[in-house]
């Protein structure tokens, strides 16, 4: 039942009708260019997600796991961000979104295998994976959105719905990962607002960014904590 719950959604998809990439999504209200780096705000503040990722690496259980995997498409956002935001086109956004959905695939696999069963998110790590990279690929080559709209958004369903279940194995705090999402839907609203403050020296995109790094900083110390098994 557990994982119908995480599995069945995904078909709903394709009950949509094709979504294309608004070009308004790179208009973007900071515009500020400083020691000579366009955009300065919506650049510099992905240095969040660096900082995030350095923090937790040292403590990261060793060998090829979903949380080291996260950390690295948390770093990795760091630089597919900055790159797109310096001069934003569909072209740059293909490497803003690829380490995004390893963040998105990742959230889900441990979420998974905290509240459900390690060894099927184990299982699942790199379909989850290849299905995310491949969402993005898939809108660049078709110009269709809804593969990477359910990457980007179903972990926003499943993840809640997973931490509402009574689980017997789960060791991650559940503020945390409550919080992780919390701050998530913070910056969301951060990237919906940010053409209506204008007059906001660094626009509210570059705070998407900063609640967006809080959030993981949260979600990742509260991983690698002693009590935390290693996944």
């Known amino acids: 039942m557990k994982t119908l719950i995480i599995l069945a959604p995904l078909a709903l998809v394709w009950f949509l009708p094709p979504i294309h990439q608004s070009q308004l999504y790179h208009h973007f209200a900071n515009h500020t260019d400083y020691l000579g780096i366009p955009n300065f705000w919506n650049v510099i503040s992905n240095l969040a997600f660096l900082i995030v990722a350095a923090l937790a690496w040292p403590l990261a259980p060793k060998g090829i796991n979903a949380f080291r995997v996260l950390l690295i498409g948390i770093a990795l956002t760091t630089f597919g961000s900055a790159y797109y935001h310096a001069q934003p086109t569909d072209a740059r956004l293909l490497w803003d979104r690829?380490?995004?959905?390893?963040?998105?695939?990742?959230?889900?696999?441990?979420?998974?295998?905290?509240?459900?069963?390690?060894?099927?998110?184990?299982?699942?790590?790199?379909?989850?994976?290849?299905?995310?990279?491949?969402?993005?690929?898939?809108?660049?080559?078709?110009?269709?959105?809804?593969?990477?709209?359910?990457?980007?958004?179903?972990?926003?369903?499943?993840?809640?719905?997973?931490?509402?279940?009574?689980?017997?194995?789960?060791?991650?705090?559940?503020?945390?990962?409550?919080?992780?999402?919390?701050?998530?839907?913070?910056?969301?609203?951060?990237?919906?607002?940010?053409?209506?403050?204008?007059?906001?020296?660094?626009?509210?995109?570059?705070?998407?960014?900063?609640?967006?790094?809080?959030?993981?900083?949260?979600?990742?110390?509260?991983?690698?904590?002693?009590?935390?098994?290693?996944?």
């Open 98 to 231: 690829l380490p995004m959905t390893l963040v998105f695939m990742c959230v889900l696999t441990i979420t998974i295998g905290d509240r459900i069963k390690p060894s099927l998110a184990h299982k699942l790590l790199w379909p989850l994976l290849a299905a995310g990279a491949l969402s993005v690929l898939y809108w660049r080559i078709s110009g269709d959105l809804r593969p990477y709209v359910i990457v980007q958004f179903y972990p926003l369903i499943a993840v809640p719905a997973m931490l509402s279940i009574p689980s017997e194995i789960a060791v991650i705090s559940l503020p945390a990962q409550w919080s992780m999402i919390a701050f998530y839907a913070l910056a969301k609203i951060a990237e919906l607002v940010d053409s209506r403050f204008p007059t906001i020296p660094s626009g509210a995109h570059a705070w998407k960014h900063v609640l967006a790094a809080v959030g993981l900083l949260i979600y990742t110390q509260a991983f690698i904590r002693p009590k935390c098994p290693q996944r």
